[in-house]
C-alpha cells in the first residue's frame, strides 16, 4: 500500500519531523560551529546594500504581509549574490522537485503489512555543485509561521544524495532568519542556529550575510582540498 503526501501540509513540525525520518536534535554545538566561528567580515559597501534591503523590506511589510515571492526578489537573491552564490563553482536551482520514500511494517497486520508512505514537495531555492547539495532555501511570506519553515526545510534537507556530507539551510520569511545543518549520516542529526532579525538595532541581515559568505568560501576550499565528493 502506497500513500502520498505534500511536504508542505504533512511536515509542519520538528516532532513530525524527527518521528517519521529518524533524525536526531543534537546537544554538540560543534556539529554546526560554522553559523558563529571565524565569520568573514562584511564590507561597507555590503553593509550599505544590507540596510537598503532592510529599508524595502520594512517600506512593504509596512503596507501588509508579503508573499514568498516578493521576499525572495527582495531579500533572498541580494543575500546569494553577495555571498557569490551565483558564481562558479555553484548553481541556482528553483522549485526543485523533491520526493522521500517512508517505508513502515504494520506488525498488527496478520501477514505484516509494508506501509509506504511517498512525500513530495519543491524547494524554494536549492544551490548545488554537479551533484551535491549545498544550500536549501525555504522561504515564507510574512503571513507564515517560520517555525513550520524549519519542519519543512528540515525534511528537504533529509532528501538530499548527499550520505557524506552535511547540507546547511536557511529558513527566512524576510523579517526572521534561521540557518540548520543536518547531516544524513546514521544516526541522522541536525542543528539550528540562533535567530537573526531585521527588527533589531543592529541590522543582523549583515549576520545573515556573513554565515552565507562562510560557508560559500569554506565549501569552495572543501572542492579545492578535494574534500567534498560529488
Known amino acids: 500500500m502506497t500513500a502520498t503526501f505534500a511536504i508542505s501540509k504533512h511536515c509542519n513540525s520538528l516532532a513530525e ?5 529518524k533524525v536526531e536534535l543534537t546537544n554538540d554545538e560543534s556539529f554546526f560551529s560554522e553559523w558563529h566561528e571565524d565569520l568573514p567580515d562584511v564590507t561597507e559597501a555590503e553593509k550599505e546594500r544590507c540596510d537598503r534591503i532592510k529599508y524595502q ?3 512593504h511589510r509596512d503596507n501588509g504581509n508579503i508573499a514568498e515571492g516578493l521576499i525572495n526578489q527582495i531579500v533572498i537573491a541580494p543575500l546569494l549574490e553577495m555571498a557569490k552564490f551565483y558564481d562558479p563553482p555553484f548553481d541556482i536551482r528553483a522549485e526543485y522537485p523533491v520526493e522521500i520514500e517512508h517505508i513502515e511494517v504494520n ?8 506501509l509506504e508512505t511517498v512525500y513530495r514537495g519543491r524547494i524554494d531555492t536549492l ?7 549545498i544550500l536549501v532555501i525555504e522561504s515564507k511570506g510574512t503571513s507564515f509561521n517560520i517555525e513550520e519553515g524549519m519542519a519543512q526545510a528540515l525534511t528537504y534537507m533529509l532528501a538530499s544524495p548527499n550520505q557524506s556530507q552535511p547540507t546547511y539551510g536557511l529558513i527566512s520569511n524576510g523579517g526572521f532568519s534561521i540557518f ?5 549520516s546514521k544516526p541522522a542529526k541536525y542543528l539550528f542556529s540562533d535567530e537573526f532579525s531585521i527588527y533589531r538595532r543592529r541590522n543582523e541581515l ?3 550575510l556573513s554565515v552565507l559568505k562562510k560557508l560559500a568560501q569554506q565549501l569552495k576550499q572543501d572542492l ?6 560529488t
Do not use: P
Request: proline share 0%; hydrophobic share 40%.
Open 17 to 21: 519531523v524527527r518521528a517519521r525520518f
Open 57 to 59: 523590506y520594512l517600506y
Open 107 to 114: 506488525e498488527n497486520s496478520e501477514n505484516s503489512e509494508t
Open 127 to 133: 544551490v548545488i555543485h554537479k551533484k551535491l547539495w
Open 180 to 184: 540548520v545543518k543536518a547531516s544524513t
Open 206 to 208: 549583515c549576520d545573515v
Open 224 to 229: 579545492i582540498a578535494g574534500q567534498v565528493y
